[in-house]
């Protein structure tokens, strides 16, 4: 099954990444392990450490983060080991929020093993990315997190357009996706024969489910380079420093930065 998405009606996109995630949520921890050969791990520890959640000046200070498309709570539950165990800083308000209830649901339980205080917290939100529930306010936010999501998103856009309203002035947007591989051509080479052939393989043997993956590589493939991903978050009004981006692992993925003027 090819799903050619940018040729498919919006709401039946909407439908196939639903089903993708309802389908994958109890395996997709082990699967992102298997199919990153464990290095999304340290993708993420590093996203986290760059934006040390709790660091406020002065220190203590509250802080409000967002962790959108925030599925099983892998981001959110670093940045409040981060806040509360290296910086000290229990003052965070963390929202976890993804379209989906299943994935929302596997970080609920897997928020259980956390200590009290950091679960505290904690709330999980039930909302898509591109039209986040009036409840979370213009101006209202420190932090934006999304990682491994906005490439599902049928509009990119509308949800940076999103972020920038939640964000306060000086907020930040902070997004670890899958990116491009550009200067290392026998790398290359290399990561896509394991995607597409790997990857769906190891979907099909572990989760039994051979689509969604064939899904989730394709959707890496259609996914803006660095640059014009970069352009896109100025297009939404946000400044960026430098490239506006950083390149892990060769570009198999990057993180992308803006800051609400
Ligand atoms: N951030 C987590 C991580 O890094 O492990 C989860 C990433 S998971 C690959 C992508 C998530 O995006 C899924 O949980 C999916 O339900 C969510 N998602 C897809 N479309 C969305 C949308 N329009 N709004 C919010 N979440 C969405």
Redesign the pocket.
């Known amino acids: 099954t090819h799903f050619g998405y940018e040729t498919i009606p919006e709401a039946e996109k909407?439908g196939r990444?639903?089903g993708v995630?309802t389908n994958v949520a109890e395996s997709?921890d082990k699967m992102?392990d298997l199919m990153s050969l464990g290095v999304?791990r340290l993708w993420?520890d590093y996203f986290v450490s760059t934006l040390n959640p709790g660091a406020t000046t002065p220190l203590g200070q509250p802080q409000k983060i967002l962790?959108?498309?925030?599925?099983?709570?892998?981001?959110a539950f670093r940045m409040l080991h981060n806040a509360h165990v290296l910086n000290g800083n229990p003052n965070i308000e963390l929202t976890i929020?993804?379209?989906?209830p299943a994935?929302l649901e596997v970080g609920r339980q897997r928020s259980l093993a956390l200590p009290a205080e950091q679960q505290s917290c904690i709330s999980f939100l039930e909302?898509?990315?591109?039209t986040l529930p009036s409840s979370i306010q213009d101006n209202s936010l420190d932090l934006y997190t999304?990682?491994?999501?906005i490439r599902?998103?049928?509009n990119m856009r509308a949800?940076l357009k999103e972020a920038h309203r939640v964000l306060k002035p000086g907020g930040i947007f902070a997004c670890?996706e899958f990116s491009k591989v550009d200067r290392f051509p026998l790398f290359n080479a290399v990561y896509k024969q394991w995607s597409f052939s790997a990857i769906p393989l190891i979907g099909q043997l572990v989760a039994g489910d051979r689509d969604s993956y064939q899904y989730?590589v394709e959707s890496i493939e259609r996914f803006p380079t660095q640059v014009e991903f970069r352009d896109m978050i100025v297009e939404a009004g946000f400044d960026v420093a430098g490239e506006g981006y950083e390149n892990l692992t060769g570009g198999i993925a990057a993180i992308h930065r803006g800051i609400k003027p």
């Open positions: 909407q990444v639903a995630f997709y992102n999304h993420k962790d959108v498309a925030g599925g099983t709570g892998d981001i929020s993804d379209i989906n994935m909302a898509n990315a591109e999304v990682a491994f999501g599902n998103f049928t949800a670890l989730l």
